[in-house]
Nanobody, 125 residues
Framework: QVHLVESGGGTVQAGDSLRLSCAASGGEFRLYSMGWFRQAPGKGRELIAAISRAGGSTKYYPDSVKGRLTIDRDDSENTLYLQMSSLNPDDTAIYYC?????????????????WGQGTQVTVSS
């Protein structure tokens, strides 16, 4: 059983940057592909970044966020990161990290094994 805890959310101004962290425990972190998802008010949960296991040689970003977000992982610290820049009010959402043995599950958003509880990011104009 993997336990994921996100941190780093908060309220920022448009144009600011923010780094989210996701601390993992209870499993062998390096074996899991990881992802960041977000859910804005009244909308469904969407994938915003994915990284493959064991060092993260493969990364994916949807076009909607490409160039503004960077996903990374530190397998020695069992931690996943999301660096966000040029934030705008449309980025306001609850941000979740997710873990699964399958990169396909993470990149599709389907049948994901483990989810964090989420951290709120609010961007004011």
């Amino acid at each position: 059983q993997v336990h994921l805890v996100e941190s780093g959310g908060g309220t920022v101004q448009a144009g600011d940057s923010l780094r989210l962290s996701c601390a993992a425990s209870g499993g062998e972190f390096r074996l899991y592909s990881m992802g960041w998802f977000r859910q804005a008010p009244g909308k469904g949960r969407e994938l915003i970044a994915a990284i493959s296991r064991a060092g993260g040689s493969t990364k994916y970003y949807p076009d909607s966020v490409k160039g503004r977000l960077t996903i990374d992982r530190d397998d020695s610290e069992n931690t996943l990161y999301l660096q966000m820049s040029s934030l705008n009010p449309d980025d306001t959402a609850i941000y979740y990290c997710a873990a699964d043995f399958s990169y396909g599950s993470i990149s599709s958003g389907n049948n994901i094994m483990y989810w964090g509880q989420g951290t709120q990011v609010t961007v004011s104009s």
